[in-house]
T-cell receptor
Framework: KAGVTQTPRYLIKTRGQQVTLSCSPISGHRSVSWYQQTPGQGLQFLFE???????NKGNFPGRFSGRQFSNSRSEMNVSTLELGDSALYLC????????????FGPGTRLTVL | GENVEQHPSTLSVQEGDSAVIKCTYS??????FPWYKQELGKGPQLIIDIRSNVGEKKDQRIAVTLNKTAKHFSLHITETQPEDSAVYFCAASKVNNDMRFGAGTRLTVKP
């Protein structure tokens, strides 16, 4: 069974731009969660989607948004990028709504210049 | 909300020794406690998890213990090997809620 895939793996943007990251969950999984990982703040929960609906949301500004498609693939978007948005963005898939047994992808490394 | 504290932040052991990493959580409603291993350039990998109705779980050289009363849980790695070197994260979550992670422990196993 293929694991969680994320594209692109690396991205360089400048302040003020917007970015879209993509995540394909494990086949059959319907829940996708997004996390931001930075050296200073660690792993922080962004949001979770299940069956195209946002089920949970972390404490991030509205510039961070996401969506999920009918095939469970998910995208997250960050608008008006700031230097502090530089991070590793991880998505995790789960077979159940909620956060049991989450399996992570390799992440997208975003650098904002 | 949930707060997860993890200790130590770094741990260095000799190959063959045991390693123990400890976490505490604040929300007594949390009922799922996974441990992840993250190697350089990779996403976190689930290595073992425990639910609140179980006190201990073991998988070969890895074990996790949970003390619900004290709200802490620990990861035990026996007979450590150099390939165990990585950053380990604990986490806690409630059903249908976001997962809160500890700050991580960098484990180094010296050959």
């Amino acid at each position: 069974k293929a694991g969680v895939t994320q594209t692109p793996r690396y991205l360089i943007k400048t302040r003020g731009q917007q970015v879209t990251l993509s995540c394909s969950p494990i086949s059959g999984h319907r829940s996708v969660s997004w996390y931001q990982q930075t050296p200073g703040q660690g792993l922080q929960f962004l949001f979770e989607y299940f069956s195209e609906t946002q089920r949970n949301k972390g404490n991030f500004p509205g510039r961070f948004s996401g969506r999920q498609f009918s095939n469970s693939r998910s995208e997250m978007n960050v608008s008006t990028l700031e230097l502090g948005d530089s991070a590793l963005y991880l998505c995790a898939s789960s077979g159940l709504a909620g956060n049991n047994e989450q399996f992570f992808g390799p992440g997208t490394r975003l650098t904002v210049l | 909300g949930e707060n997860v504290e993890q200790h130590p932040s770094t741990l260095s052991v000799q190959e063959g020794d045991s390693a123990v990493i400890k976490c505490t959580y604040s929300d007594s409603a949390s009922n799922y406690f996974p441990w992840y291993k993250q190697e350089l350039g990779k996403g976190p990998q689930l290595i073992i998890d425990i639910r609140s109705n179980v006190g201990e779980k073991k998988d070969q050289r890895i074990a996790v213990t949970l003390n619900k009363t004290a709200k802490h849980f620990s990861l035990h790695i026996t007979e450590t090997q150099p390939e165990d070197s990585a950053v380990y994260f604990c986490a806690a979550s409630k059903v249908n809620n976001d997962m809160r992670f500890g700050a991580g422990t960098r484990l180094t196993v010296k050959p």
